[in-house]
Antibody
Framework: EVQLLESGGGLVQPGGSLRLSCAAS????????MSWVRQAPGKGLEWVSG????????YYADSVKGRFTMSRDNSKNTLYLQMNGLRAEDTAVYYC???????????WGQGTLVTVSS | DVVMTQSPLSLPVTLGQPASISCRSS???????????FNWFQQRPGQSPRRLIY???NRDSGVPDRFSGSGSGTDFTLNISRVEAEDVGVYYC?????????FGQGTKVEIK
């Protein structure tokens, strides 16, 4: 059974940093691209970032480019999202998602809440 | 970026009746390999999103056959043949043919 468990969320001040993790199990992690998707309170889904199988290529939404860095450790079956320069508008539940071979998120975690506030 | 526009944004439906959601993209979603990477997701209240449809019309495992997807190029549709109470939630379209990936605004389905 595919399982994705996000962690690392919490309350952080504007301008601060946070690193999210996503522990994957139930599938061969190193075979699949991964992505992060967020959802602000009461709002829709926003794709944040995606990373290739090897981790050599990462892509970002314009809203986070230059502030967020996505990475992965295939030896630990873990995905990361380093978030710097956080803003109030980054407040959201952050979901980790496994992508299928068509680049589509087919499995999602339960999400971790990030709140940016003073 | 590719803009995904859904309509309607709110859809009250009667149990047992059909429902249809439209999604239009600002650019063609036909990828260079000939595939169209277009998806539909369902998000029930308090739950994570769940993929229903991938590559326009392919149902995910466990998705009831009352859900169907169609379309091509820039215009896509999700149809529910007979709405059931468990279908209440928000439905999102998403394109995977271009970077960055983008979602539609969501369509809230509720029972009348």
């Amino acid at each position: 059974e595919v399982q994705l468990l996000e962690s690392g969320g919490g309350l952080v001040q504007p301008g601060g940093s946070l690193r999210l993790s996503c522990a994957a199990s139930g599938f061969t992690f190193s075979y699949y691209a991964m992505s992060w998707v967020r959802q602000a309170p009461g709002k829709g889904l926003e794709w944040v970032s995606g990373i290739s199988i090897s981790g050599g290529d990462a892509y970002y939404a314009d809203s986070v480019k230059g502030r967020f860095t996505m990475s992965r450790d295939n030896s630990k079956n873990t995905l990361y999202l380093q978030m710097n320069g956080l803003r109030a508008e980054d407040t959201a539940v952050y979901y980790c998602a496994k992508e299928d071979y068509g680049g589509s998120p087919d499995y999602w975690g339960q999400g971790t809440l990030v709140t940016v506030s003073s | 970026d590719v803009v995904m526009t859904q309509s309607p944004l709110s859809l009250p439906v009667t149990l047992g009746q059909p429902a249809s959601i439209s999604c239009r993209s600002s650019q063609s979603l036909v990828y260079s390999d000939g595939n169209t990477y277009f998806n539909w997701f369902q998000q029930r209240p308090g739950q994570s999103p769940r993929r229903l449809i991938y590559k326009v019309s392919n149902r995910d495992s466990g998705v009831p056959d009352r859900f169907s997807g169609s379309g091509s190029g820039t215009d896509f549709t999700l149809n529910i043949s007979r709405v059931e109470a468990e279908d209440v939630g928000v439905y999102y379209c998403m394109q995977g043919s271009h970077w960055p990936r983008t979602f539609g605004q969501g369509t809230k389905v509720e029972i009348k």
